[in-house]
């Protein structure tokens, strides 16, 4: 199956400014904490309109394609398997991506209020 290459997704993305996808980054950093005895919730409420579930899963897919560099990772996921040790420029850049996957993946709701906060914010 032939996949889109990077630059294919990236032209079909831009929906959100950069300072947005900053803004997102930013928030999932921030709370980006290791917890080794946290647990999902047995239920998520939805809370949420179908309209800001959409598009937080367009934000973190953009967040995804345009800030997740997949070769780096593959190349730091490879050092690690080899070396069982990165240098500490890499760990931080290892850092970042498995927060954009954990954000991108577990975060959309955050994504929801975050683009509520910068519409609220937009019309003031």
């Known amino acids: 199956m032939n996949r889109p290459s990077r630059k294919k997704l990236q032209s079909r ?14 928030h999932i950093m921030a709370n980006d904490v290791v917890a080794h005895d946290s647990a999902l919730p047995d239920r998520v409420p939805v809370i949420f309109s179908d309209q800001d579930i959409h598009s937080a899963y367009c934000l973190a897919r953009e967040l995804f394609i ?34 954009i996957l954990t954000g991108c993946l577990l975060m959309p709701p955050l994504s929801c209020m975050i683009q509520r906060e910068l519409n609220n914010f937009q019309t003031l």
């Open 66 to 99: 345009r800030r997740l560099d997949i070769e780096l990772l593959y190349t730091l996921v490879l050092n690690i398997a080899v070396t069982g040790d990165l240098e500490v420029v890499e760990q931080r850049a290892f850092k970042d991506a498995r927060a």
């Open 13 to 26: 993305t831009n929906t959100f400014s950069d300072e947005t996808i900053d803004l997102l980054f930013s």
